[in-house]
């Protein structure tokens, strides 16, 4: 089972903030986040733990909510290059179906 | 640059045909994971190795099977193709143990055609 992503799509102008949502019908230990540019492998961006640690990129930020089975990406005064498809999920679980992002000038 | 290599880039088949495609993981790297990615869909976990065992299996039927070697070589074979098996597969790995929080570094990816 998959993990729920919403909303599908998102247009941003630069400097805009949005946020990305994830649920989960299963108990996550940890959420792992990735962006996909278009004909590209997915790169890795955040990764959430129980407990409240959080690895990852210092200009998008991330909450993750274990008893809600919850995890929320938030994008910052958003760049050009934050467009692409936004994928949350855990390793050995399947991702959910994507947030695709569009940052215009 | 990821440092994981997959092998073909692009691939076309024809259904009932068996396809290997292959994944060179980062040097130090135990695990490794498949995923298949169809047209506007997130990857879905297929099958997972460490040091050369299978370490967990997704919502796919035996005909979906792995290999990985002692290089750091993987390589997922798919027996009596499908035309739903068309997508984008690809490979990650990581260095921690299986289940563990480490970061997966994917490969660009093989995109696999059946007609």
């Known amino acids: 089972q998959q993990p729920v992503q919403s909303p599908q799509a998102v247009i941003l102008r630069e400097g805009e903030d949005a946020v990305i949502n994830c649920s989960s019908s299963?108990?996550?230990?940890?959420v792992h986040w990735y962006r996909q540019k278009h004909g590209e492998a997915p790169i890795f961006l955040m990764i959430?733990?129980?407990?409240?640690e959080q690895k990852g990129h210092d200009k998008i930020s991330a909450s993750f909510n274990e008893k809600k089975q919850q995890s929320s990406l938030y994008l910052t005064a958003s760049q050009l290059s934050y467009s692409g498809t936004y994928f949350c999920?855990?390793?050995?679980?399947?991702f959910g179906a994507g947030t695709t992002v569009t940052v215009r000038a | 640059e990821t440092g994981v290599t997959q092998s073909p880039t692009h691939l076309i088949k024809t259904r009932g045909q068996q396809v290997t495609l292959r994944c060179s993981s980062q040097?130090?790297?135990?695990?490794v994971s498949w995923y298949q990615q169809a047209l506007g869909q997130g990857p879905q976990f297929i099958f997972q190795?460490?040091?050369?065992?299978?370490?967990g299996r997704g919502n796919f039927p035996p005909r979906f099977s792995g290999l990985q070697f002692p290089n750091y070589s993987s390589e997922l074979n798919v027996n009596a193709l499908e035309l739903d098996d068309s997508a984008l597969y690809l490979c990650?790995?990581?260095?921690?143990?299986?289940?563990?929080?480490?970061?997966?570094?994917f490969g660009p990816g093989t995109r696999l055609t059946v007609l």
């Open positions: 040097s130090g790297h135990n695990t």
């Open positions: 299963k108990a996550l230990y940890s």
């Open positions: 959430l733990l129980k407990g409240g």
């Open positions: 190795y460490y040091r050369e065992e299978e370490n």
């Open positions: 999920g855990t390793p050995k679980l399947s």
């Open positions: 990650a790995s990581s260095p921690g143990l299986p289940g563990s929080t480490d970061t997966q570094y």
